[in-house]
């Protein structure tokens, strides 16, 4: 809920007054989800926050790591007679491959619908299929990508479509898991963090269990959080306080939803239709076994091999730093395109175009009107 | 990618749900939970519930629901 | 470079479309105000299309639409609304019994104004080339020496308030649009406020600003009038009038309500001491019933800031464009 509670600011204040009653060294706590980026940059977190408990945003936006070649992959099959699109939102205006020497704007799925592409904007997979049936003559593609919170429901497609037996509907996966990534972070020798704020939602599926190995492994203390801004205080306050007692672990700071456990049946769901493949992050290279494919019985819902299309080389663009801002290494301002070359309206790379991306956060909701 | 909110159960139809929040209601699918019941709160991401909320955690969502709706003068 | 629904969407792209190509071309005093209604001479004149699908939405069709938005254009102006034109733009295959229908709702709201629809025009297009109905309207109004509200007149200290729920048409008529199902509690609020600005004059409300937020959200309707004035305004989110339906719709679909239009609606900047009146009188109407102060002119930088529920503060920003859901 919007953090309405009548003590929502009774209780904000008294967290940020033991946050800033810390006395230890200065610590630095990466949260990885794009809720959470989005959440933090609109409530103006920061701001309250001493100067020795610093949060730093890492890849926690599903549709930022993918990388450019997916875009222009979706794009292409937008462009293919006969195909409709179906998308989440969050990937209608980030960009793909653009030309080094253009001086044009990106293609994105925005303008490809403003060309006269069929592109339609669902809230959920289930729309997409309800779509499928009305209109049989058309072939719906959908565009897969999310985390962990998202790829039950992905899976749940599926197997609906499977089940139904519908002809005119498939897939484009794109879909990630995040332990890989978490360890990759855990061990990055430029980007120093103290702890992890977990992200609530994707840990309501994987349980607290999935974040133990991050804690033995690398002692790196853990916190789940919900998403009010006052949760996510919350969370950080329990990592100061892992922190000071010298005791990591995965505290479960949203009990409510996330279960010892997790959802063993989405999870379930997740292993029967997908399987685990070696995927590229952007900004992160390729991590072992992070990435979620069709499994060969739904080899046939997927749009890459129903619709072989001829895609030129991925070109990231020029400049652009997406990659180190996605890995915490440096805050969006650091990027030399942030804010001139690089804007919502023209975004070079994801992070700024993404409705969770770290940069368009910064960009939306900064402190400075300048 | 985490948006989901809590929202509360008003029909069941096969594998389907009627949820509601705050007025308005959607349908969302329930193949990613088990034994949900009408009345039931469940968190739904991208139209499929995705988890049943705790009695305690409805009971504040429900009182939290309440306040909202008591400080609204229509 | 190609149009975009974005360009139409009123938030910066449109302000750009309307700086780069427009005012470089049409140069002249009264447009160059750009406010929603322009000066020219004693009058106050003002155009605006409706192209929204779908044609009929909860609380409201095209055509109450099309008048009130230019109605309230006019009266934002302290101008006395005279005469309305209207021009349609039909696709072949319309309906003569739904074409009927939105007349029936533009007499009615212009009845009720008491101001006449005294000039139309109709062109039938190929079917295909337009979305059913595409409404056009223009108004002209006569504007008072004694109450002109504008953006100049706005000072440090005055009060911001709002005459009731935002977000209510926006998410009204996302509801309606396919793929995204919600059903419920969500009305839009399209009124000719007409009646409000009355009871403010008429109680005497030195009124310096006024605003009806449209698309774009109260959002883009706060940051014009403070660029426009160079005054910084200071709004608080737990005063921000929002009804429980919008609210629980623009968390499902991961929308902010001040950035969501609004049809019925009015903001107004009084001077400090004249908040609890204004407010007061707002109340007593019934459009006004859920009134409220939501903020402040501050020193300051110009530009419109948000003090948070947690207590802290940010900048808002041009809404990007279209209102896209997402679930992230």
Same mark, same amino acid.
């Given at each position: 809920?919007?953090?309405?509670?009548a003590?929502?600011?009774?209780?904000?204040?008294?967290?940020v007054?033991?946050?800033?009653?810390?006395?230890?060294?200065?610590?630095?706590f990466m949260?990885v989800c794009?809720?959470?980026?989005?959440?933090?940059a609109?409530?103006?977190?920061?701001?309250?926050l001493?100067?020795?408990?610093?949060l730093i945003?890492?890849?926690?936006?599903?549709?930022?790591?993918?990388?450019?070649g997916?875009?222009?992959?979706?794009?292409?099959?937008a462009r293919?007679?006969?195909?409709?699109?179906?998308?989440?939102?969050?990937?209608?205006?980030?960009?793909?491959?653009?030309?080094?020497?253009?001086?044009?704007a990106?293609?994105?799925?925005?303008?490809?619908?403003?060309?006269?592409?069929?592109?339609?904007?669902?809230?959920?997979?289930?729309?997409?299929?309800?779509?499928?049936?009305?209109?049989?003559?058309?072939?719906?593609?959908?565009?897969?990508v999310?985390?962990?919170?998202?790829?039950?429901?992905?899976?749940?497609?599926?197997?609906?479509?499977?089940?139904?037996?519908?002809?005119?509907f498939?897939?484009?996966?794109?879909?990630?898991?995040?332990?890989?990534a978490?360890?990759?972070l855990?061990?990055?020798?430029?980007?120093?963090?103290?702890?992890?704020?977990?992200?609530?939602?994707?840990?309501?599926?994987?349980?607290?269990?999935?974040?133990?190995?991050?804690?033995?492994?690398?002692?790196?203390?853990?916190?789940?959080?919900?998403?009010?801004?006052?949760?996510?205080?919350?969370?950080?306050?329990?990592?100061?306080?892992?922190?000071?007692?010298?005791?990591?672990?995965?505290?479960n700071?949203?009990?409510?939803?996330?279960?010892?456990?997790?959802?063993?049946?989405?999870?379930?769901?997740?292993?029967?239709?997908?399987?685990?493949?070696?995927?590229?992050?952007r900004g992160?290279?390729?991590?072992?076994?992070?990435?979620?494919?069709?499994?060969?019985?739904?080899?046939?819902?997927?749009?890459?091999?129903?619709?072989?299309?001829?895609?030129?080389?991925?070109?990231?663009?020029?400049g652009?730093?997406?990659?180190?801002?996605?890995?915490?290494?440096?805050?969006?301002?650091?990027?030399g395109?942030?804010g001139?070359?690089?804007?919502?309206?023209?975004?070079?790379?994801?992070?700024?175009?993404?409705?969770?991306?770290?940069?368009a956060?910064?960009?939306?909701?900064?402190?400075?009107?300048? | 990618?985490?948006?989901?909110t809590?929202?509360?159960?008003t029909?069941?139809?096969g594998q389907v749900?009627?949820?509601?929040?705050?007025?308005?209601?959607?349908d969302?699918?329930?193949d990613?939970v088990?034994?949900?019941?009408?009345?039931?709160?469940v968190?739904?991401?991208a139209g499929?519930?995705i988890q049943?909320?705790?009695?305690?955690?409805?009971?504040?969502?429900?009182?939290?629901?309440q306040?909202?709706?008591?400080?609204?003068?229509? | 470079?190609?149009i975009?629904?974005?360009?139409?969407?009123g938030?910066?792209?449109?302000?750009?479309l309307?700086?780069?190509?427009?005012?470089?071309?049409?140069?002249?005093?009264?447009?160059?105000?750009l406010t929603?209604?322009?000066?020219v001479?004693?009058?106050?004149?003002?155009?605006?299309?409706?192209v929204?699908s779908?044609?009929?939405?909860?609380?409201?069709?095209?055509?109450?639409?099309?008048?009130?938005?230019?109605?309230?254009?006019?009266?934002?102006?302290?101008?006395?609304?005279?005469?309305?034109t209207?021009?349609?733009?039909?696709?072949?295959?319309l309906?003569?019994?739904? =074409?009927?229908?939105l007349?029936?709702?533009?007499?009615?709201?212009?009845?009720?104004?008491?101001?006449?629809?005294?000039?139309?025009?109709?062109?039938?297009?190929p079917?295909?080339?337009?979305?059913?109905?595409?409404?056009?309207?223009?108004?002209?109004?006569?504007?008072?020496a004694?109450?002109?509200?504008?953006p100049?007149r706005?000072?440090?200290?005055?009060?911001v308030?709002v005459?009731?729920?935002?977000?209510?048409?926006?998410?009204?008529?996302?509801?309606?649009?396919?793929?995204?199902?919600?059903?419920?509690?969500?009305?839009s609020?399209?009124?000719?406020?007409?009646?409000?600005?009355?009871?403010? !004059?008429?109680?005497?409300?030195?009124?310096?600003? =006024?605003?009806?937020?449209?698309?774009?959200?109260?959002?883009?309707? =706060?940051?014009?009038?403070?660029?426009?004035?160079?005054?910084?305004v200071?709004?608080a989110?737990?005063s921000?009038?929002?009804?429980?339906a919008?609210?629980?719709?623009?968390?499902?679909?991961g929308?902010?309500?001040?950035?969501?239009?609004?049809?019925?609606?009015?903001?107004?900047?009084?001077?400090?001491?004249q908040?609890d009146?204004?407010?007061?009188?707002?109340?007593?109407?019934?459009?006004?019933?859920a009134?409220?102060?939501?903020? !402040?002119?501050?020193?300051g930088?110009?530009?419109?800031?948000?003090?948070?529920?947690?207590?802290?503060?940010?900048?808002v920003?041009m809404?990007?464009?279209?209102?896209l859901?997402?679930?992230?």
């Amino acid at each position: 809920m919007a953090g309405l509670t009548a003590d929502t600011g009774g209780r904000a204040k008294a967290l940020v007054a033991e946050l800033r009653a810390y006395r230890g060294r200065p610590v630095t706590f990466m949260e990885v989800c794009g809720t959470h980026t989005m959440a933090a940059a609109r409530s103006g977190l920061r701001q309250l926050l001493p100067d020795r408990v610093r949060l730093i945003s890492g890849p926690g936006c599903p549709v930022c790591v993918t990388p450019v070649g997916f875009v222009d992959h979706a794009l292409a099959l937008a462009r293919t007679r006969g195909i409709t699109i179906t998308t989440f939102g969050d990937l209608m205006r980030v960009p793909g491959s653009s030309p080094i020497e253009s001086q044009d704007a990106p293609p994105t799925l925005a303008l490809a619908r403003a060309e006269g592409c069929d592109i339609r904007v669902v809230y959920s997979p289930r729309d997409a299929l309800a779509m499928a049936r009305e209109a049989p003559d058309r072939q719906l593609v959908f565009l897969g990508v999310g985390f962990e919170t998202t790829a039950p429901a992905l899976a749940a497609a599926v197997l609906a479509v499977a089940d139904q037996q519908l002809p005119n509907f498939s897939m484009l996966v794109a879909a990630k898991t995040i332990p890989g990534a978490l360890e990759l972070l855990a061990t990055a020798e430029d980007v120093a963090i103290d702890g992890l704020l977990c992200p609530g939602h994707v840990s309501v599926i994987v349980g607290p269990e999935a974040y133990a190995s991050v804690v033995k492994r690398f002692g790196l203390p853990c916190a789940i959080a919900g998403f009010e801004p006052v949760e996510m205080l919350r969370a950080m306050h329990e990592l100061v306080g892992q922190i000071q007692r010298g005791r990591p672990e995965v505290a479960n700071c949203y009990p409510g939803a996330v279960r010892p456990g997790g959802n063993p049946k989405a999870r379930q769901l997740v292993a029967q239709v997908f399987e685990p493949r070696d995927t590229r992050w952007r900004g992160l290279g390729v991590i072992p076994a992070s990435g979620l494919a069709l499994r060969p019985a739904y080899g046939h819902l997927d749009a890459a091999a129903r619709f072989p299309v001829d895609l030129p080389a991925p070109v990231e663009p020029q400049g652009c730093r997406c990659g180190d801002v996605l890995r915490g290494a440096i805050d969006p301002v650091d990027c030399g395109l942030f804010g001139t070359t690089c804007t919502p309206e023209s975004p070079r790379g994801a992070c700024m175009v993404s409705s969770e991306g770290t940069c368009a956060a910064r960009h939306q909701y900064r402190t400075d009107p300048s | 990618m985490c948006l989901a909110t809590p929202m509360r159960v008003t029909a069941i139809d096969g594998q389907v749900a009627r949820v509601e929040s705050g007025g308005v209601a959607i349908d969302a699918g329930l193949d990613l939970v088990d034994d949900v019941a009408v009345g039931d709160y469940v968190i739904v991401h991208a139209g499929y519930a995705i988890q049943r909320l705790s009695a305690d955690e409805a009971a504040e969502t429900l009182s939290i629901l309440q306040r909202l709706s008591e400080s609204w003068p229509d | 470079m190609t149009i975009t629904l974005a360009h139409g969407a009123g938030g910066r792209l449109s302000q750009q479309l309307v700086q780069d190509h427009f005012l470089p071309r049409l140069r002249n005093p009264a447009l160059e105000e750009l406010t929603d209604a322009a000066s020219v001479g004693d009058l106050a004149v003002t155009t605006d299309g409706y192209v929204v699908s779908p044609r009929f939405f909860p609380g409201g069709d095209l055509g109450q639409l099309a008048v009130c938005g230019t109605l309230n254009d006019l009266v934002m102006s302290g101008a006395v609304p005279i005469a309305l034109t209207v021009g349609l733009i039909l696709e072949e295959g319309l309906s003569l019994a739904e =074409l009927d229908q939105l007349v029936d709702s533009m007499a009615a709201v212009a009845r009720d104004a008491g101001v006449p629809i005294a000039a139309g025009d109709t062109k039938v297009v190929p079917r295909g080339s337009a979305d059913g109905a595409f409404i056009t309207t223009a108004g002209v109004g006569r504007l008072s020496a004694d109450f002109h509200p504008r953006p100049n007149r706005v000072r440090a200290g005055d009060a911001v308030l709002v005459s009731g729920s935002l977000g209510d048409h926006g998410m009204a008529v996302m509801a309606c649009r396919e793929g995204l199902p919600l059903e419920g509690e969500l009305r839009s609020d399209v009124a000719y406020v007409g009646g409000l600005v009355d009871a403010l !004059r008429a109680a005497g409300v030195e009124v310096h600003a =006024l605003r009806d937020p449209t698309r774009g959200g109260a959002a883009q309707s =706060l940051i014009e009038i403070a660029a426009a004035a160079g005054v910084r305004v200071v709004i608080a989110e737990d005063s921000l009038p929002i009804r429980p339906a919008v609210r629980s719709a623009c968390e499902l679909l991961g929308l902010d309500p001040l950035y969501v239009a609004n049809e019925g609606k009015l903001i107004c900047f009084v001077p400090a001491d004249q908040a609890d009146l204004a407010l007061s009188t707002l109340r007593g109407s019934a459009l006004g019933a859920a009134a409220a102060t939501i903020g !402040r002119v501050e020193p300051g930088r110009p530009g419109l800031e948000l003090a948070t529920t947690l207590g802290a503060r940010r900048s808002v920003r041009m809404p990007q464009g279209e209102l896209l859901p997402r679930i992230c």
